[in-house]
T-cell receptor, first 114, second 110 residues
Framework: EAGVAQSPRYKIIEKRQSVAFWCNPI?????LYWYQQILGQGPKLLIQFQNNGVVDDSQLPKDRFSAERLKGVDSTLKIQPAKLEDSAVYLC????????????FGPGTRLTVL | AQRVTQPEKLLSVFKGAPVELKCNYSYSGSPELFWYVQYSRQRLQLLLR??SRESIKGFTADLNKGETSFHLKKPFAQEEDSAMYYCALRSNFGNEKLTFGTGTRLTIIP
């Protein structure tokens, strides 16, 4: 089966600019996750969707980050405006259902904020 | 709050020697524990989970609730085991999110 797709793979922006990331989960996977992985750290969950509803966004910096999954399939994560500390790899993952143990990860988008 | 600690950032082991990657956790309930692995230029992927009690690529991990540990072990290291390993914990109620440790980079010396 095709894996989780993400684009772009790399992005370099200046601080205060905006950026958006796109994720296409595995077909049929109802649950979608966005993680932030800062260099030297493990992935940190930003937001979790079940179909098109938000299950958990407690660690999403809502003053600058937003995410949507309007039709319950693809998702976009936006940062506006970006800060230097947002430099990280942004990982998208999906799982078949809420409560399913295994999450399948995409290749990630490496964001550099100058 | 749930937390996962991997005390070793880097671990080098000779080929054929035993490997143990340490993972300790703090969680008030009964967690589910996982090991994820990321090989060079590949995606993060699940290696094993404690509830299945299986051996994957020769690796095993036993959940020790008394010591709150979930160490990953392999009796004889192979060069292809070189990778980044992450221990992760999942709560068994609520939103069931995964909390990852900071990871251990394992290098197998030929």
């Amino acid at each position: 089966e095709a894996g989780v797709a993400q684009s772009p793979r790399y992005k370099i922006i200046e601080k205060r600019q905006s950026v958006a990331f796109w994720c296409n989960p595995i077909s049929g996977h109802a649950t979608l996750y966005w993680y932030q992985q800062i260099l030297g750290q493990g992935p940190k969950l930003l937001i979790q969707f079940q179909n098109n509803g938000v299950v958990d966004d407690s660690q999403l910096p809502k003053d600058r980050f937003s995410a949507e999954r309007l039709k319950g399939v693809d998702s976009t994560l936006k940062i506006q405006p970006a800060k230097l500390e947002d430099s990280a790899v942004y990982l998208c993952a999906s799982s078949y259902s809420f409560g399913d143990n295994e999450q399948f990860f995409g290749p990630g988008t490496r964001l550099t904020v100058l | 709050a749930q937390r996962v600690t991997q005390p070793e950032k880097l671990l080098s082991v000779f080929k054929g020697a035993p490997v143990e990657l340490k993972c300790n956790y703090s969680y008030s309930g009964s967690p589910e524990l996982f090991w994820y692995v990321q090989y060079s230029r590949q995606r993060l992927q699940l290696l094993l989970r404690h509830i299945s009690r299986e051996s994957i690529k020769g690796f095993t991990a036993d959940l020790n609730k008394g010591e709150t540990s979930f160490h990953l072990k392999k009796p004889f290291a192979q060069e292809e085991d070189s990778a980044m390993y992450y221990c992760a914990l999942r709560s068994n109620f609520g939103n069931e999110k995964l909390t990852f440790g900071t990871g251990t980079r394992l290098t197998i010396i030929p």
